[in-house]
């Protein structure tokens, strides 16, 4: 069983920089590989990036490329996500979530989700 917190959301301007942290309580937190996801108002939930447990292996969608970079720290039971040049489409609520797949992707490759952060980019 594993328990995720987002935490770092909130109101920002285009161009703005945030880091959201996503922290994990239960075992073996290296053996799972992290997700965000996010959702905005209307839409489906979307990937946006992963990474994976021992390796840090990372992957994106390809509206976040060049921009976030997600990151993870396996002593601290905790990913992050951090964002930069950010646009008002990026508004939304994010997600933590925790896979034990390989190379999960959608939503139903993970396991374990967090509650979600919202974060709001102003025009």
């Known amino acids: 069983q594993v328990q995720l917190v987002e935490s770092g959301g909130g109101l920002v301007q285009t161009g703005d920089s945030l880091r959201l942290s996503c922290a994990a309580s239960g075992r073996s937190f290296r053996l799972y590989t992290m997700g965000w996801f996010r959702q905005a108002p209307g839409k489906e939930r979307e990937f946006v990036a992963r990474i994976s447990g021992s390796a840090g292996r990372t992957y994106y969608g390809d509206s976040v490329k060049d921009r976030f970079t997600i990151s993870r720290d396996n002593a601290g039971n905790t990913v992050y996500l951090q964002m930069n040049s950010l646009k008002p489409e990026d508004t939304a609520v994010y997600y933590c979530?925790?896979?034990?797949?390989?190379?999960?992707?959608?939503?139903?490759?993970?396991?374990?989700w967090g509650q979600g952060t919202q974060f709001t980019v102003s025009s």
């Open positions: 979530a925790a896979s034990l797949g390989y190379s999960p992707i959608n939503l139903y490759d993970y396991n374990y």
